[in-house]
């Protein structure tokens, strides 16, 4: 029940933005049968950051469902993804909520939250998926293509188009976001630049 509320909370927060691809993401959120039950099968720790990302002051309205599922949800740690620049595996965690085999099976979408530790240097990377991050909690400094690091607080909108390059630096708070990636949903296309 939590779980659909928490989808149902940003597909308003998505069409609130007025952006035309977060709001057919949330059109796609609102079409789903969402009242699966979080179970994970897996002993999982909730990474402890989630606690601090969950408790600041900036935490948006929008994720006050998690705090009633973060600890049931089956987290993935970078460490059993894929090979990460060093100074980065074991600094983020990551769940798939809607996706081709995830929480929720959907093939239209992918959809989940993301938490980057403080201090932490996401490389830019890149996939043909078009994404959105929607920041929860923290402000992190953002990247497009090779343009400045720019700050973006929690309820502000990030849309990287296909293909296009991208990096996240934490300072010293955590970042928990809400993500969803529509288009190519393959994860083979990630690559690091
Ligand atoms: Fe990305």
């Known amino acids: 029940m939590e779980l659909k509320r928490f989808l149902g909370d940003m597909a308003v927060a998505f ?28 002993q999982v720790t909730t990474p402890s950051s989630m606690k601090q990302a969950l408790s600041a002051a900036d935490c948006h309205p929008a994720a006050d469902q998690l705090k009633f599922i973060a600890d049931s949800f089956p987290w993935i740690s970078a460490k059993g993804f894929r090979k990460a620049p060093e100074t980065f595996m074991g600094n983020y965690n990551f769940v798939l909520i809607v996706g081709p085999n995830d929480i929720v ?20 990377h890149m996939h043909e998926a078009e994404e959105l991050y929607f920041p929860l909690s923290g402000t992190a400094l953002w990247q497009k293509n090779t343009g400045e690091f720019e700050p973006i607080n929690s309820g502000q909108l990030i849309h990287h188009l296909p293909n ?3 990096a996240t630096w934490t300072r010293d708070a955590p970042m928990l976001a809400f993500w969803a990636w529509v288009g190519n949903l393959s994860a083979d296309t990630y690559t690091y630049v």
């Open 164 to 166: 296009q390059p991208h």
């Open 15 to 42: 069409e609130a933005t007025g952006n035309p691809v977060a709001i057919n993401v949330a059109a796609m959120i609102q079409r789903l049968d969402s009242g699966a039950e979080v179970n994970s099968a897996q």
């Open 105 to 124: 099976i959907n093939k239209e979408f992918r959809c989940g939250i993301f938490l980057q530790d403080a201090n932490t240097f996401y490389p830019s």
